[in-house]
């Protein structure tokens, strides 16, 4: 199994992916900005171009010559995508912590980065894992359209999310405090959101390995 996720890594991620995280969490420096773009731009040019290495390095071909099962393989998958995404989010919150130093009175349009937004990223990416990887083990081959769909998903929740925070003022007030005054929702919001994000992504999980027994390799 660790063979095969160092496979993964090897074959798969670029290491500019690596950088991804650092450059797009620098984003979190600009004041006033709208945060939820610095995650998307996983899902717009990290998970389309790592998914389309694989297809051109021939990587299911490789996976199957492997004595590993397809659950294994599924997992696999899963983890680089999982350990990419937390290693965004990890800069997101290092650039985000800096963003509230450098700015501490800055009025908010956009969400803040604060933990309570942090909770609502995570169930963007919850949402993108749940289509994404279900949809593209049904063939194993071709992520177009899932990520199309996964993508326009997240996308969805992420604009409806944030026409919330501007339409309604208790929400916003809610998300955008940087102090303690609504620190107990924001940790709800934040606990929420990684009990979704891991739900989800389980979810995802399983059904990708539905989907990819089905698969003639």
């Known amino acids: 199994m660790y063979n095969l996720w160092l496979k993964d890594f090897k074959l798969g991620v670029n290491p500019l992916y690596f950088a991804m995280p650092v450059l797009t969490g620098?984003?979190?420096?600009?004041?006033?900005?709208?945060?939820?773009?610095?995650?998307?731009?996983?899902?717009w040019i990290t998970i389309p171009n790592m998914f389309g290495g694989f297809r051109t390095h021939n990587d299911l071909m490789l996976s199957s010559m492997m004595p590993v099962t397809k659950r294994d393989m599924v997992k696999s998958r899963v983890l680089v995508i999982v350990c990419l995404e937390v290693l965004h989010i990890g800069f997101a919150v290092i650039f985000g912590v800096i963003n509230r130093y450098l700015y501490p009175d800055f009025i908010y349009y956009f969400y803040a980065p604060t933990i309570g937004f942090?909770?609502?990223?995570?169930?963007?990416?919850?949402?993108?894992?749940?289509?994404?990887?279900?949809?593209?083990?049904?063939?194993?081959?071709?992520?177009g359209n899932?990520?199309?769909?996964?993508?326009t998903a997240a996308m969805l929740f992420a604009g409806g999310a944030q026409w919330l925070g501007i339409a309604n003022a208790d929400v916003s007030a809610v998300i955008n405090d940087i102090g303690t005054g609504h620190l107990a929702e924001q940790s709800l919001i934040l606990v929420?959101?990684?009990?979704?994000?891991?739900?989800?992504?389980?979810?995802?999980?399983?059904?990708s390995?539905?989907?990819?027994?089905?698969?003639?390799?």
């Open 26 to 43: 620098a984003l979190m420096l600009v004041p006033g900005w709208i945060y939820f773009l610095v995650l998307l731009y996983f899902c």
């Open 118 to 143: 942090l909770g609502l990223c995570l169930v963007m990416l919850a949402i993108f894992n749940l289509l994404f990887l279900p949809l593209y083990y049904k063939t194993a081959y071709k992520y």
């Open 146 to 151: 899932p990520a199309i769909v996964s993508i």
């Open 192 to 207: 929420s959101g990684v009990a979704i994000f891991a739900v989800f992504t389980a979810v995802a999980y399983r059904l």
């Open 209 to 217: 390995v539905r989907h990819f027994l089905k698969v003639e390799l």
